[in-house]
């Protein structure tokens, strides 16, 4: 476990979220009034995550007043690489114990927090299942997949009754026809170009998914971590699907003629034989870095047109809360006019 | 089409899937098969209220793990699949585009994706360098003894080199090359469906529909592990035995006017939908279509155990399997050949051949006991 730098006992909350004594006074009355809100349409999930939120809201206002500093501030929540390498990010809170809390690490993070980590270290729209998986990997956090089930409906409801009260939202990718896409979870601040999902962006969303996580992997070996097997293993099964980023490359090309990346250089590196996991020769960082970026280089040009037309539209034809969680009423309508 | 509402009764019919369409390829020789899928009975409830419910349908163990096998194989954008793809059929890197049909935009009726699924293969058939690879919850419709019956295969149909291929995604493990016969042949038989619905959608598209391959890549988990592996099946015996009974069905005219005119299976359902026809008539009224009884049908048809029931009843050969029952061609029933073998029945015209070699089995066996 690291130490923390920084001030103590107050950074526990809501990391890459930075909120005054205003701020989260502004904040405890919003999900007063939200809890109030959940109560009386009987959601109780959805009441019992504002409470926690809650809770921890107060508590970040109890140490933000005692220790009289602005609560931490993280970087630029958009940069993708909130502070790994450092002593700065999620990861360490479980480091910090008082007194009065000894539950398990992941349980302290609201769970809309802990997958915005993962998001935020993606970078692009990822599926519940991908989420879990990256948290589990790089995060050690305990997010289950069903946790996510209602989340996005959740945020949906919380920007309606006031929108924009939350820094961001979780919330839905835009398909071409602008209805939210089946699974998809994105953060409310990336630009519509980075949400939008046109026929190329699942592969390239994919390829970018797996240069982060093995850009993540070479920073925590950088700064002189070992890996955890649990990302390796992550890093193997997304290398699996690239070409030439997994160690026998030589099954790729037959026929196909792709060689996009050296055989050599997939299976040389001295550093390559050193990794194995679980018995099994794993992927190289580096390796699976410069194969995805080779595939994505062929799809950018496409993709990226692709992504502006959709997010051009988007911007035209939807309102602020369709722009976010998806145009299904304007489809619906626009069907029913053509009837 | 009077006739086949008729044998149905006032109730609507039942549609058809994938499945359903495959069973009757499976057997085509049985009449009260035909006649039933045509007129779209209920099987089901038929078979439960003359006594015989089939314990039917897949385990939901079977189809759980089916759909997380799906999944997987569909992950981000089917990237297992592409990697496959790209293995087997050497699809080339910049082919990777995916368009989920399944997403009209809130509204999921039949129609809606149906005609968005005809808009984008209209749309790849036209253009062969700008449109999409890979099509994930197409909406195929075939048309069945004059109902049409939506088909969604679970499956992907892709584009290569201005072909389409249908992509099968099965749980059942290839163990070392080999997988076990009996599912190859199944997933064959409804991938043929598939194949069938495609072209038939791009026939009407004013399209060449041998642009479809007749070669499905069908997926499956290798060896032990879950890891996906493809393989190409060539499924054009299953396409020619498909259309022969698809045809058949169209032409089921020929076997119901043969029917006695008062005949109908309906159950006379009560307000509650119980049935309340009498069973011995409805009975009389199943037995007076033909039915031709395999060990087969127990994995595929809901009359399965009334069948059987009726075949040990009667004797049949047709209980031991289909090849004793062609071995045994002209000796209808167990007592008949048990007959001939020991000498007791005089062997009648054309009985000679067959009733010489079961003497010959009969004196093998009485040498060896």
């Known amino acids: 476990m690291l130490e923390i730098s920084g001030t103590p006992g107050n950074c526990w909350y809501a990391p890459g979220v930075s909120e005054t004594l205003d701020d989260l006074e502004e904040r405890i009355n919003a999900l007063r009034r939200e809890i109030r809100q959940a109560v009386r349409a009987r959601e109780s999930v959805l009441a019992r995550s504002l409470r926690a939120e809650l809770r921890s809201a107060e508590r970040a206002w109890d140490q933000a007043l005692a220790v009289h500093e602005p609560v931490y501030e993280p970087g630029d929540e958009t940069g993708g690489e909130p502070g790994h390498g450092t002593a700065h990010g999620p990861g360490r809170e479980s480091a910090h114990e008082r007194g009065d809390r000894h539950e398990a690490p992941g349980s302290l993070v609201p769970v809309r927090e802990q997958v915005h980590q993962a998001l935020t270290l993606l970078g692009v729209p990822a599926a519940a299942k991908m989420i879990v998986a990256v948290h589990a990997a790089l995060r050690a956090g305990s997010l289950k997949g069903a946790q996510l089930a209602s989340l996005r409906r959740d945020e949906e409801r919380s920007f309606r009754t006031s929108p924009f009260a939350r820094p961001y939202y979780l919330c839905a990718a835009l398909t071409d026809r602008l209805s939210a896409s089946r699974g998809l979870l994105a953060v409310s601040t990336w630009p519509l170009e980075q949400r939008v999902v046109g026929p190329l962006s699942p592969r390239v969303d994919f390829l970018t998914t797996a240069i982060r996580v093995a850009e993540h992997i070479m920073r925590m070996v950088g700064a002189g971590e070992q890996a955890p097997p649990s990302a390796q293993r992550l890093l193997s099964r997304l290398a699996h699907n690239i070409p030439g980023a997994a160690p026998e490359t030589g099954r790729y090309g037959r026929g196909a003629g792709l060689h996009l990346v050296d055989a050599g250089t997939a299976r040389g590196g001295p550093e390559a034989g050193a990794l194995v996991v679980d018995g099994f020769p794993g992927s190289d960082p580096a390796t699976v870095v410069k194969a995805a970026r080779a595939e994505l280089e062929v799809h950018a040009a496409a993709d990226t047109a692709a992504r502006a037309e959709i997010a051009g539209r988007a911007r035209d034809r939807l309102q602020d809360a369709e722009r976010l969680f998806g145009g299904t009423v304007l489809g619906l309508a626009r069907k029913e006019a053509s009837r | ?369």
């Open chain 2, 1 to 369: 089409m009077d006739r086949l509402d008729r044998l149905r009764g006032p109730v609507p019919p039942r549609p058809h899937d994938a499945r359903a369409i495959a069973a009757l390829a499976a057997n085509p020789g049985c009449a009260r098969r035909a006649v039933l899928d045509a007129a779209g009975v209920d099987k089901d409830a038929t078979a439960a209220h003359l006594g015989y419910p089939a314990p039917f349908g897949q385990s939901p163990f079977a189809i759980t793990r089916g759909n997380a096998f799906e999944s997987l194989v569909k992950e981000s954008g089917c990237a297992e699949l592409l990697r496959l793809l790209r293995e087997l059929l050497g699809l080339p890197i910049p082919l990777a585009a995916y368009t989920d049909l399944g997403d009209v935009g809130g509204n999921p009726s039949a129609q809606v994706r149906h005609s968005h699924t005809r808009k984008l293969l209209d749309k790849a058939a036209r253009d062969s360098d700008d449109a999409g690879t890979l099509y994930d919850h197409p909406l195929l419709r075939l048309e069945i003894a004059g109902h049409s019956a939506y088909l969604e295969p679970d499956v992907v149909a892709f584009r290569l080199g201005g072909r389409f291929h249908i992509v099968e995604i099965k749980s059942f493990a290839v163990v070392d090359g080999q997988a076990e016969p009996d599912k190859v042949a199944a997933a064959a038989r409804q991938a043929a469906v598939y194949v069938l619905a495609l072209m038939n959608t791009l026939e009407e598209l004013g399209h060449d529909p041998r642009r479809v391959s007749h070669e499905v890549v069908l997926v499956c988990p290798e060896n032990f592990a879950n890891r996906p592996a493809a393989t190409l099946v060539d499924v054009r015996p299953q396409l020619a035995v498909l259309r022969r009974q698809l045809a058949r069905m169209a032409r089921v005219g020929a076997i119901v006017d043969e029917l006695p005119p008062e005949l109908t299976f309906d159950l006379a359902p009560d307000a509650d939908g119980v049935p309340t026809r009498p069973v011995a008539e409805l009975r009389e009224a199943v037995r007076g279509v033909d039915a031709r009884y395999a060990p087969d049908c127990l994995s595929t048809c809901d009359l399965c155990f009334f069948c059987r029931d009726e075949a040990s009843a009667e004797g049949s050969t047709d209980l031991l399997g289909r090849q004793v029952r062609d071995a045994l061609g002209g000796v209808a029933t167990v007592t008949e050949a048990l007959g001939l073998a020991d000498g007791s029945l005089t062997p009648g015209e054309g009985q000679e051949e067959i009733a010489r070699l079961l003497r010959l089995a009969d004196r093998i066996y009485a040498e060896v006991g």
